[in-house]
């Protein structure tokens, strides 16, 4: 056996394939695209599904790939054992329909076992396959020679997700030797049994039946494979270390970790599993940014955000009390840069996404721990060892804590988490999210007689606004129709048309079809299933026949959407030159009123960055660039460093949109033929609208100038009223701030004196109840700070005292308690005092032991609760 680096391993994977005429894939970020049904890319075979369902058909049935993957289902494990990881890499061949069980069977012991590959002693190899699967014990028998010993049936070597393709698999396992495992007499040291001698190191998927909706298997039409290899487990064996942290893509990262925290790895099994953690969860944390996912409170980021502040934690077990991780990432990148050049390329921004998580997290880590540990005691001394949900979900909502972390922290306080009782909570707070949210319904074209219209329509909108056209097919209610009448709204297709179809963010044009009999207005154009333009139209006069008729789109409207397209293109290339090169589109809106912007940037973006973008936008206009578009096969587009936009899916063949040497973009859109067109661009609003999302809205030409116009007018109305020229309008404000500032002071003041007679004048309402103290009094008081400001002087002036104070502002009651200091922590506690008093006058409130605040709404009941005090102090 060869010793290799887990570079090589990889690469001698994908050579062997090569060589057995596989086309390699290249490995898919781990953020899915357009596949909801997964959080991240989980395995090899997760980014080929188009193929083996049979949506897309691939140039080569024989496929190879190295893929990354994020698997989150036991992060606990994590560390503990020797081969549990959050990141891996799955090397697999697939056949999408050719070769089978034979050629898979003897592929993979000619790659491991060939000393040209790997090399390994073949007596040290066993497989397993299902108890059923004749032919694979067949083949591996009588055709490999692997001995009949070590060729085990197991029940569970049956591949099965539920519905859909499945069938036998047929595991390899490399016997790792006496040191790993010699008891005779376990029961499980087996190949496939839970033990550490005999590991598995590849699995070969038959994909050979369809698993029905009624639980019958039948034949699939064709038969696939589907292998998987993991890398990690691979570089363990290969490179004879106990575990896959001791190979050469886990040691570097520990190495460094050891340096910062002047700790050694193997010296104790907490610092060890520390170690181990750190190791795993920087490379996840680092990968996954760099594929656009940023750390957050839901979804994706959640598991982010879980995995850095889980690293944290163990961290603390080393001694490192600062963010740390970040540190780790130049590693990360190094060890991987051989086939994953990303990490390196984007460094500085995965650097300063993982600090800054981390920064927060500390800011908030002890704080959040005081909370649990006074929980904690709490429920203790009332004989509970049960954190409750409510209080697991402030520690996840205000303090950043997954419930996971509070659950480890729980544990070793020898406490469980009342989970039903976070779920609640949680639910709440989706709740609300979801009434804030706004439901938008699409228009539905996708009909069964939509799908099988084949005819081709031409769009010829690029160069046209006004053209004859005849009309192929009207559909009405999803049917087919000859005509339709003044009133009806109806779906056509035109044999070409100059309106252009809602498509990467612009919308549809609007217009009018019109000949001597009919006159339509266009409410809205879609794509059809077949890539027509599908009219959605109002038939305002006469009667609409499969005729010839002029189809004019609204001038003016393309023409302010167009020039805002054109500035959408400038804007994406500012941010990015402004921001940093990490900035991707996440979503746009191109009309005739506005254009809207949403991109991924991980922080608020400074009213300085925003008048550079702005600046830089319009500079570009005012220096009248062409725009030019072009067609080019997608690699050359590629090639070129044209930009793909956000969910947008590409042919063979695309449109290059180019604006001089400045930006350079992958569009269908629309466009102005020079910058200068735009004639003037000005932002309106930035805001966050998700986590690590933000968004631009902008206004250009006509609807910039009167945004401009609207705030010339409010600056002048402003001037009026203060009796000052628009220019001197700063100096004016600023003089009226000083002066109100004096006047504040002043009815401070005066305030602070009036409050002082009237707490002299209610001293003759104290009583003394025992040997307190008691003050219960109606007050005039303006607001909650004069009542406070009340509260201090009498507390001042009263010892061993109880004082209550209410006030009424129209119909709002105010009320103030407080326990002066001999008093404080005893008996006499202010916030159930105020609670009291509130709840009989129609209100809640509470507070400290020795000050409180509350409201209510009954004012005609304040005398009545102001006297049920002295009962009360009895």
């Known amino acids: 056996m060869k010793n290799l680096k887990a570079?090589?391993?990889?690469?001698?994977?994908?050579?062997?394939?090569?060589?057995?005429?596989?086309?390699?894939?290249?490995?898919?970020?781990?953020?899915?695209?357009?596949?909801?049904?997964?959080?991240?890319?989980?395995?090899?075979?997760?980014?080929?599904?188009?193929?083996?369902?049979g949506r897309v058909i691939p140039k080569n049935p024989r496929i190879v790939n190295a893929q990354k993957s994020i698997r989150t289902n036991d992060i606990e494990n994590v560390g503990v054992t020797a081969r549990h990881h959050t990141f891996f890499e799955m090397l697999g061949n697939f056949s999408i329909g050719e070769y089978f069980k034979k050629e898979a069977i003897?592929?993979?012991?000619?790659?491991?076992?060939?000393?040209?590959?790997?090399?390994?002693?073949?007596?040290?190899?066993?497989?397993?396959?299902?108890?059923?699967?004749?032919?694979?014990?067949?083949?591996?028998?009588?055709?490999?020679?692997?001995?009949?010993?070590?060729?085990?049936?197991?029940?569970?070597?049956?591949?099965?997700?539920?519905?859909?393709?499945?069938?036998?698999?047929?595991?390899?396992f490399y016997d790792r030797g006496e040191s790993y495992g010699s008891d005779l007499n376990d029961p499980e040291l087996y190949p496939g049994g839970e033990n550490d001698r005999y590991l598995e190191i590849w699995n070969l998927v038959f994909s050979q039946f369809n698993h029905n909706a009624d639980h019958t298997y039948t034949p699939l039409p064709k038969q696939n494979i589907d292998t998987g290899m993991g890398l990690e487990r691979m570089a363990c064996v290969v490179q004879d270390v106990p575990t896959n942290f001791d190979t050469d893509l886990f040691m570097p990262i520990?190495?460094?970790?050891?340096?910062?925290?002047?700790?050694?790895?193997?010296?104790?099994?907490?610092?060890?599993?520390?170690?181990?953690?750190?190791?795993?969860?920087?490379?996840?944390?680092?990968?996954?940014?760099?594929?656009?996912?940023?750390?957050?409170?839901?979804?994706?980021?959640?598991?982010?955000?879980?995995?850095?502040?889980?690293?944290?934690?163990?961290?603390?077990?080393?001694?490192?009390?600062?963010?740390?991780?970040?540190?780790?990432?130049?590693?990360?990148?190094?060890?991987?840069?051989?086939?994953?050049?990303?990490?390196?390329?984007?460094?500085?921004?995965?650097?300063?996404?993982?600090?800054?998580?981390?920064?927060?997290?500390?800011?908030?880590?002890?704080?959040?721990?005081?909370?649990?540990?006074?929980?904690?005691?709490?429920?203790?001394?009332?004989?509970?060892?049960?954190?409750?949900?409510?209080?697991?979900?402030?520690?996840?909502?205000?303090?950043?804590?997954?419930?996971?972390?509070?659950?480890?922290?729980?544990?070793?306080?020898?406490?469980?988490?009342?989970?039903?009782?976070?779920?609640?909570?949680?639910?709440?707070?989706?709740?609300?999210?979801?009434?804030?949210?706004?439901?938008?319904?699409?228009?539905?074209?996708?009909?069964?007689?939509?799908?099988?219209?084949?005819e081709p329509s031409e769009f010829i909108g690029y160069t046209d606004t006004v053209a004859e056209a005849n009309v192929l097919f009207?559909?009405?209610?999803?049917?087919?129709?000859?005509?339709?009448?003044?009133?009806?709204?109806?779906?056509?297709?035109?044999?070409?048309?100059?309106?252009?179809?809602?498509?990467?963010?612009?919308?549809?044009?609007?217009?009018?079809?019109?000949?001597?009999?009919?006159?339509?207005?266009v409410l809205?154009?879609?794509?059809?299933?077949?890539?027509?333009?599908?009219?959605?139209?109002?038939?305002?006069?006469?009667?609409?026949?499969?005729?010839?008729?002029?189809?004019?789109v609204d001038i003016e409207e393309r023409s302010h959407t167009v020039k805002n397209h054109t500035a959408t293109h400038l804007l994406h290339q500012a941010l990015k030159d402004v921001l940093g090169s990490h900035v991707n589109q996440a979503g746009s809106y191109v009309g005739p009123d506005r254009l809207r912007f949403d991109f991924s940037h991980f922080g608020q973006v400074t009213a300085e960055e925003l008048e550079q973008i702005e600046k830089i936008v319009n500079n570009k206009i005012w220096d009248s660039i062409a725009v030019a578009t072009g067609y080019h096969n997608l690699q050359e587009a590629k090639d070129m460093g044209a930009m793909a936009l956000f969910g947008e899916k590409y042919g063979d063949v695309v449109r290059v949109v180019e604006i001089g040497g400045y930006s350079l973009e992958l569009c269908g859109g629309v466009h102005v033929g020079n910058t200068a067109e735009i004639g003037l661009f000005k932002l309106v609003s930035e805001s966050g609208i998700g986590a690590g999302i933000r968004r631009i809205e902008a206004l250009t030409g006509k609807g910039a100038y009167e945004n401009l116009k609207n705030t010339e007018r409010t600056l002048e109305e402003a001037a009026s009223l203060l009796k000052a020229?628009?220019?001197?309008?700063?100096?004016?404000?600023?003089?009226?701030?000083?002066?109100?500032?004096?006047?504040?002071?002043?009815?401070?003041?005066?305030?602070?004196?009036?409050?002082?007679?009237?707490?002299?004048?209610?001293?003759?309402?104290?009583?003394?109840?025992?040997?307190?103290?008691?003050?219960?009094?109606?007050?005039?008081?303006?607001?909650?700070?004069?009542?406070?400001?009340?509260?201090?002087?009498?507390?001042?002036?009263?010892?061993?005292?109880?004082?209550?104070?209410?006030?009424?502002?129209?119909?709002?009651?105010m009320l103030a308690a407080g326990v002066t200091k001999e008093l404080a922590g005893g008996n006499y506690h202010a916030g159930q005092i105020v609670k009291h008093v509130a709840e009989l006058c129609g209100g809640k409130g509470g507070g400290r032991p020795d000050m409180a605040m509350a409201g209510a709404k009954e004012p005609g009941k304040l005398d009545e609760a102001l006297e049920s005090v002295y009962d009360l102090v009895k």
């Not at 963010?505 to 006159?519: F, K, P, S, T, Y």
């Open 7 to 53: 570079e090589e391993i990889r690469q001698l994977y994908l050579d062997f394939f090569k060589e057995k005429g596989h086309d390699q894939e290249p490995s898919a970020p781990l953020v899915p695209f357009e596949d909801p049904s997964l959080l991240w890319i989980n395995s090899g075979v997760a980014t080929l599904k188009k193929y083996f369902d």
């Open 106 to 172: 003897h592929w993979a012991w000619e790659f491991l076992t060939d000393p040209k590959w790997i090399g390994f002693d073949p007596e040290l190899l066993s497989v397993t396959v299902h108890p059923e699967d004749e032919e694979a014990y067949g083949i591996w028998l009588n055709e490999v020679g692997v001995p009949a010993e070590r060729i085990i049936r197991l029940e569970g070597n049956f591949w099965d997700i539920g519905e859909g393709p499945s069938g036998p698999n047929s595991e390899i």
């Open 254 to 454: 520990i190495r460094k970790t050891e340096e910062i925290s002047g700790k050694q790895y193997g010296e104790d099994k907490d610092s060890d599993l520390a170690f181990k953690v750190i190791a795993d969860h920087v490379r996840t944390v680092a990968f996954a940014i760099g594929d656009g996912a940023l750390p957050s409170n839901e979804g994706r980021g959640y598991v982010l955000r879980r995995l850095l502040r889980r690293a944290v934690r163990y961290a603390k077990k080393l001694g490192i009390e600062k963010p740390f991780m970040f540190q780790l990432v130049p590693i990360v990148g190094d060890i991987m840069k051989a086939f994953y050049p990303e990490v390196n390329e984007k460094e500085d921004f995965i650097v300063r996404v993982m600090k800054l998580e981390e920064e927060r997290f500390h800011e908030t880590l002890n704080e959040g721990l005081a909370i649990l540990s006074n929980v904690t005691d709490k429920q203790k001394a009332a004989g509970s060892n049960e954190i409750p949900g409510e209080e697991a979900f402030r520690l996840y909502d205000t303090y950043g804590f997954p419930i996971e972390l509070t659950e480890e922290y729980a544990e070793e306080a020898g406490m469980t988490i009342d989970h039903p009782g976070f779920e609640q909570a949680m639910m709440a707070q989706r709740e609300r999210a979801r009434s804030a949210r706004q439901n938008v319904n699409s228009m539905q074209t996708q009909s069964e007689v939509l799908g099988n219209i084949k």
């Open 474 to 521: 009207i559909i009405k209610d999803g049917e087919l129709v000859e005509h339709a009448q003044e009133g009806e709204e109806v779906q056509v297709i035109l044999d070409r048309t100059p309106f252009y179809a809602e498509s990467g963010g612009q919308i549809a044009d609007h217009g009018i079809l019109r000949n001597d009999l009919v006159q339509a207005f």
């Open 524 to 552: 809205d154009v879609k794509k059809a299933p077949n890539g027509q333009n599908i009219h959605s139209i109002r038939i305002d006069s006469g009667e609409l026949t499969k005729s010839a008729v002029e189809a004019k």
């Open 725 to 813: 020229n628009p220019k001197d309008l700063v100096q004016k404000v600023q003089t009226f701030m000083a002066d109100q500032k004096a006047l504040q002071r002043e009815n401070e003041s005066l305030m602070a004196k009036i409050s002082n007679a009237q707490s002299a004048g209610i001293l003759d309402a104290v009583k003394t109840v025992g040997d307190v103290q008691v003050l219960s009094a109606r007050v005039e008081a303006k607001d909650n700070n004069q009542l406070r400001q009340m509260m201090d002087d009498l507390k001042l002036k009263l010892e061993n005292a109880v004082i209550v104070l209410g006030a009424v502002d129209g119909e709002k009651v």
